[in-house]
């Protein structure tokens, strides 16, 4: 394959990052809007928004709904993250090279911030002109709604929160980040699909694709936290062995966690093989990016 | 008139409450579902259940998107009290008679809750099944978000913030208020006329009536305030004063505040009177509740 997913993704992340920009408006109220864009602009790999693309992409979607889908789900990842850096939660300074929001706007501004954040990508999915028709506009934020709610990543936070210093075994530590991190990437990959008409056979196999993908993310987070340093990674390294979290690496050890992470692409690429999808390039690069990655 | 209101609202009441003890489902994990449970149930006027039935009813609604509608307009209206009792914030440890969410499940899963129960408001609004028009759903996802938002409640959140101990002149107060608490109030009317197919007058005569209503609530807010004991009120009372906050009261006192809830009293009979109408009468009643109540 010489499929080049840099180039794949240059068009693709610019216009996002303009549509980021231009939905998440500086003019909201009393500074609300600056700490709104600190939190989305600029920053991360946007890995969701393009998963939301390749998918939407492979099944001919709705290119205005997938642009949405794309922004929506990264704005649910952002205000998490500014929500996650809280005193109350992992209280961290530091979030790709940057001070976190609470650092530099306030407790409150970051709280508040993080709530708009969630109503702004529910507000994405819903345009009131006919540019998305309604079925797939209502589709879209019952994706979202399970993929960021107490069934998907609320609930896995909560799971991570009761699980500090407390022994999970691999079960339990899968289901927690299936939740976690899992359930909103291969949201991504579900309301991508569900931008087009595609077959039952599609949509099953770009489910368990991104279910794959989902999982394959966190394990790899996981042994980045204990072999990469902190500049590599934007952001503070070493944290979950500090706080005592049960990780892949702690539960199984950095090579059969390098193992695991090897075996969930193999899977992500037999699911798409199964779809009948026949231009799956674009995730079957993003697949193996998540896992090779470095940072 | 003979409209009996505790009549009307009781079987509704039932109704909402039962509707949410089915949707806010303590499965939720490690906890979560039990601090969201605790944040929902059992407590509240449910004024904004209340409008959007009312609005339904009023404009011959699907009565399953209407008790939809009614609902997540409660989630939101809970998940923003959790957050803004939360230290950070307005740091109050009572609310509805009860210790608040982060004084008994603790900072970091009263903010989980808060952003489960956001999350859950729009997935109530887009059921998978067709029981409500994907129209209507979208409809009803976009004007939630609107009104929870950084053009609505969050924003006004973020005025509130920014305005502790300035002075704000009536016009820059009514904003805040029209953003911070009108703004879902007013949201709860229009959603409740979405459920149905309603004139434009029918539309523009029940959003105006929102709007009034919404300003009218936070009026009153703030004569009890100052009137009420902490008891009635079931939250801590003075608190405005106490916290330098501006409020209707501090900038046109105590008499003229009630005489401009009446005011506003009389401008939401006159949107209901130029909708066309015919069955408003529960409409009229809550006004009258909202401006006329001592808690």
Known sequence: MSFNLRAWSAGRLDTVELA????????????????MRYAVLDGG????????????EAVGGNPEAVLRA?????LIHAYSLVHDDMPCMDNDILRRGKPTVH???GQAQALLAGDALQALAFELLAPEDDSVPGAIQATLCRLLARAAGHEGM????????????????????RHMHRLKTGALLQGSV?????????SGAARHGLSDY??????????????????????????TAGKDAAQD????????????????????LAQARSALAASGLEETLALQALAGMVVNRDN
Chains 1, 2 share one sequence.
């Open 103 to 105: 650092v530099k706007f």
């Open 45 to 56: 790999k946007r890995l969701r928004p393009l998963l939301v693309m390749a998918a939407g």
């Open 245 to 264: 979290k049960p990780t892949y690496v702690s539960l199984m050890g950095l090579e059969r966690s390098r193992a695991y992470a090897q075996e969930l």
């Open 154 to 173: 609320a609930g896995g936070q909560a799971i991570d929160l009761a699980s500090i210093g407390r022994a999970l075994d691999e079960n339990e530590l």
């Open 190 to 198: 579900v309301m991508g699909a569900a931008c087009g008409a595609a």
């Open 20 to 35: 980021l920009s231009r939905w998440v408006v500086a003019e909201a109220p009393a500074g609300l809007g600056d700490a």
């Open 70 to 74: 794309a922004c929506a789900v990264e």
């Open 210 to 235: 991104g279910a794959a993908v989902g999982l394959a993310f966190q394990v790899v987070d996981d042994i980045l936290d204990v072999t990469a340093d902190s500049a590599t990674l934007g952001k």
